[in-house]
């Protein structure tokens, strides 16, 4: 697995370099007050219920980033203490993930299962001082319970009861000799605490369910805030670096920390990325497979990394992309013509450019003899020299867009072919309008034109003046496809804002366009998934990494040469 470079200000004077985000600048005052010995050990603590998607990308960057940035280290720790939605396949996808994107957990890899023990001390140790107790109230008694932001909560019955008591109650828990929702372990705080957290949170509860690493072992499993702290503390985590929505969560944070007398990892938070047009939750990632809306976690519409990365993005943009966005301590919505901006300006740079037609009809150069084929030479990539060039089949027969073609309606804006006009076929001949031919509904179904001879690309000396520039395939080489044209799939900039609407009733229904019959150049038959092509005057074009092959290819368009949805508002 490749360690991206962390990122360094180059040259100029001090104004002239990037800001520090907070994060660096309190990284930065540790450091100064020889905190930890000088060491930075972050952590990616994903929970393996789903796919990750561009919001975990930007966590991944930040957590990452600064350990490489700071020489350190970061481990990918999976929070499995919830067996029932939890799976391996979802471990796989995630490693997958972070492996594309290009950093490298050189800490470890890391379950919050290989503490449960541990954890599990530490629960009995807080019993034993007087700092947890079994709760056996039903679930909807004790959140009845808890109060109001304004109102103080009222204690449970059980909250006075015996260390001793609540000790074997605790153990008994553990063998399995209770029923689930027959009783908690709560941490004994403060049901009068401004923060609703602090009033007595749920420690453990019982569950009979297998887990995916410790199988039947367990049948009491700790909630995130009780396992989280203390997981970074096993691991020697020193900054903690969580969503915004995790501020809230840190006295209890430090709370269990400081009463245990472990090693006090420092948890801070920054604000998570808030995508429109997206939907960010995986729980309703999931609504939206199970429905059908889309055809699984790596569905090209998916904001998910794995779907990002059948479509066509390439892990460049998305660190690109997060860089942009930067590192701030307020929610906002970033806008995600962002995201696209960052994947055309990279693959503008490096995408290998293609000759395809989606929507074909035929020319025939009349004046071009029958059964002769010329290469003609065309560069690979004009923002890039060394990607060298490549030769193209030129012959009679080509096919070009259908839309390039216009009887009627013809302006001086209208710089395509029609009649009376002329154009240059790309890196090939300047060709004039003869006539066209159309079936029993009047649709064109070929177009006859006459090519000058002396116009071709590199040595022309016709002096013919051509408006217009059209992409071609040349008819008897050219290889079939299909091609999916995938957009936003919302039509709401915010899908999940309305409460009288489900964020279902937003969903695109022309999010997806498939176009059978296609015809790409000879190239493209050895295009695989992992590199994306610019197809001439279409937009970027990836091979599906599940339905394309040679004998049937198949291209997911990345995203188009220009944003389609500026104005659509």
Same mark, same amino acid.
């Given at each position: 697995?490749?360690?991206?470079?962390?990122?360094?200000?180059?040259?100029?004077?001090?104004?002239?370099?990037?800001?520090?985000?907070?994060?660096?600048?309190?990284?930065?005052?540790?450091?100064?007050?020889?905190?930890?010995?000088?060491?930075?050990?972050?952590?990616?603590?994903?929970?393996?219920?789903?796919?990750?998607?561009?919001?975990?990308?930007?966590?991944?960057?930040?957590?990452?980033?600064?350990?490489?940035?700071?020489?350190?280290?970061?481990?990918?720790?999976?929070?499995?203490?919830?067996?029932?939605?939890?799976?391996?396949?979802?471990?796989?996808?995630?490693?997958?993930?972070?492996?594309?994107?290009?950093?490298?957990?050189?800490?470890?890899?890391?379950?919050?299962?290989?503490?449960?023990?541990?954890?599990?001390?530490?629960?009995?140790?807080?019993?034993?001082?007087?700092?947890?107790?079994?709760?056996?109230?039903?679930?909807?008694?004790?959140?009845?319970?808890?109060?109001?932001?304004?109102?103080?909560?009222?204690?449970?019955?059980?909250?006075?009861?015996?260390?001793?008591?609540?000790?074997?109650?605790?153990?008994?828990?553990? !063998?399995?000799?209770?029923?689930?929702?027959?009783?908690?372990?709560?941490?004994?705080?403060?049901?009068?605490?401004?923060?609703?957290?602090?009033?007595?949170?749920?420690?453990?509860?019982?569950?009979?369910?297998?887990?995916?690493?410790?199988?039947?072992?367990?049948?009491?499993?700790?909630?995130?805030?009780?396992?989280?702290?203390?997981?970074?503390?096993?691991?020697?985590?020193?900054?903690?670096?969580?969503?915004?929505?995790?501020?809230?969560?840190?006295?209890?944070?430090?709370?269990?920390?400081?009463?245990?007398?472990?090693?006090?990892?420092?948890?801070?938070?920054?604000?998570?990325?808030?995508?429109?047009?997206?939907?960010?939750?995986?729980?309703?990632?999931?609504?939206?497979?199970?429905?059908?809306?889309?055809?699984?976690?790596?569905?090209?519409?998916?904001?998910?990394?794995?779907?990002?990365?059948?479509?066509?993005?390439?892990?460049?943009?998305?660190?690109?992309?997060?860089?942009?966005?930067?590192?701030?301590?307020?929610?906002?919505?970033?806008?995600?013509?962002?995201?696209?901006?960052?994947?055309?300006?990279?693959?503008?740079?490096?995408?290998?450019?293609?000759?395809?037609?989606?929507?074909?009809?035929?020319?025939?150069?009349?004046?071009?003899?029958?059964?002769?084929?010329?290469?003609?030479?065309?560069?690979?990539?004009?923002?890039?020299?060394?990607?060298?060039?490549?030769?193209?089949?030129?012959?009679?027969?080509?096919?070009? !867009?259908?839309?390039?073609?216009?009887? !009627?309606?013809?302006?001086?804006?209208?710089?395509?072919?029609?009649?009376?006009?002329?154009?240059?076929?790309?890196?090939?001949?300047?060709?004039?309008?003869?006539?066209?031919?159309?079936?029993?509904?009047?649709?064109?179904?070929?177009?006859?034109?006459?090519?000058?001879?002396?116009?071709?690309?590199?040595?022309?000396?016709?002096?013919?003046?051509?408006?217009?520039?059209?992409?071609?395939?040349?008819?008897?080489?050219?290889?079939?496809?299909?091609?999916?044209?995938?957009?936003?799939?919302?039509?709401?900039?915010?899908?999940?804002?309305?409460?009288?609407?489900?964020?279902?009733?937003?969903?695109?229904?022309?999010?997806?366009?498939?176009?059978?019959?296609?015809?790409?150049?000879?190239?493209?038959?050895?295009?695989?998934?992992?590199?994306?092509?610019?197809?001439?005057?279409?937009?970027?074009?990836?091979?599906?990494?599940?339905?394309?092959?040679?004998?049937?290819?198949?291209?997911?368009?990345?995203?188009?040469?220009?944003?389609?949805?500026?104005?659509?508002?």
């Amino acid at each position: 697995m490749e360690q991206s470079q962390p990122h360094k200000p180059t040259g100029g004077d001090e104004d002239a370099k990037p800001r520090r985000h907070f994060i660096q600048q309190l990284i930065d005052a540790d450091l100064e007050a020889g905190l930890h010995e000088g060491r930075i050990h972050t952590r990616f603590p994903p929970e393996p219920n789903g796919y990750l998607h561009i919001g975990h990308a930007k966590a991944i960057c930040v957590n990452f980033g600064l350990a490489n940035e700071f020489g350190g280290q970061v481990n990918l720790r999976f929070d499995d203490t919830n067996p029932v939605k939890e799976d391996t396949a979802f471990v796989d996808a995630i490693r997958r993930d972070i492996d594309w994107l290009g950093f490298e957990w050189n800490g470890g890899e890391c379950y919050t299962s290989d503490h449960f023990e541990t954890l599990f001390g530490y629960a009995v140790q807080l019993i034993r001082e007087g700092h947890a107790y079994v709760d056996a109230q039903r679930a909807e008694d004790i959140a009845s319970q808890k109060g109001t932001p304004t109102e103080p909560g009222k204690a449970s019955p059980f909250r006075d009861r015996p260390m001793e008591e609540s000790l074997a109650l605790f153990h008994e828990m553990r !063998e399995g000799k209770h029923p689930e929702g027959a009783m908690v372990l709560r941490a004994k705080i403060d049901m009068a605490h401004a923060n609703m957290h602090m009033r007595d949170p749920l420690m453990y509860r019982i569950k009979f369910a297998t887990h995916h690493r410790t199988g039947d072992a367990w049948c009491i499993y700790p909630m995130y805030d009780f396992a989280h702290g203390q997981s970074d503390s096993i691991e020697g985590i020193t900054h903690s670096l969580c969503s915004l929505e995790f501020e809230v969560h840190r006295p209890l944070y430090e709370w269990y920390i400081d009463k245990l007398g472990i090693f006090p990892s420092k948890q801070r938070e920054f604000a998570r990325l808030n995508l429109n047009y997206t939907i960010m939750s995986k729980r309703k990632l999931l609504r939206l497979v199970e429905e059908g809306a889309v055809d699984g976690w790596d569905d090209p519409r998916m904001p998910t990394i794995s779907g990002l990365r059948r479509r066509g993005y390439t892990p460049e943009s998305i660190r690109e992309f997060c860089e942009r966005v930067g590192v701030a301590k307020r929610n906002n919505v970033i806008d995600v013509g962002l995201l696209e901006f960052a994947l055309r300006d990279h693959l503008n740079a490096t995408a290998l450019r293609a000759m395809a037609v989606l929507r074909p009809i035929k020319m025939v150069v009349v004046n071009y003899p029958a059964g002769d084929i010329e290469w003609m030479p065309t560069v690979n990539n004009p923002e890039d020299e060394s990607a060298g060039s490549r030769e193209l089949p030129f012959g009679r027969e080509l096919f070009i !867009e259908s839309e390039d073609f216009k009887v !009627e309606g013809v302006n001086k804006k209208w710089f395509r072919l029609a009649p009376g006009r002329s154009v240059r076929l790309k890196s090939a001949y300047i060709v004039t309008y003869v006539d066209h031919v159309t079936d029993a509904n009047g649709e064109v179904t070929e177009v006859h034109v006459e090519y000058h001879p002396e116009s071709k690309s590199g040595s022309d000396t016709s002096g013919i003046k051509a408006k217009g520039t059209l992409h071609w395939v040349e008819c008897s080489h050219a290889k079939d496809a299909e091609v999916r044209l995938y957009d936003r799939l919302f039509l709401d900039p915010n899908p999940d804002g309305q409460k009288d609407k489900d964020f279902m009733d937003h969903v695109n229904p022309d999010s997806l366009h498939i176009l059978e019959g296609c015809k790409v150049e000879p190239a493209l038959a050895e295009a695989v998934p992992g590199a994306t092509w610019q197809f001439t005057r279409l937009g970027y074009f990836a091979p599906d990494a599940k339905l394309s092959s040679r004998e049937g290819l198949v291209f997911n368009r990345a995203v188009t040469l220009k944003d389609g949805w500026k104005g659509k508002g």
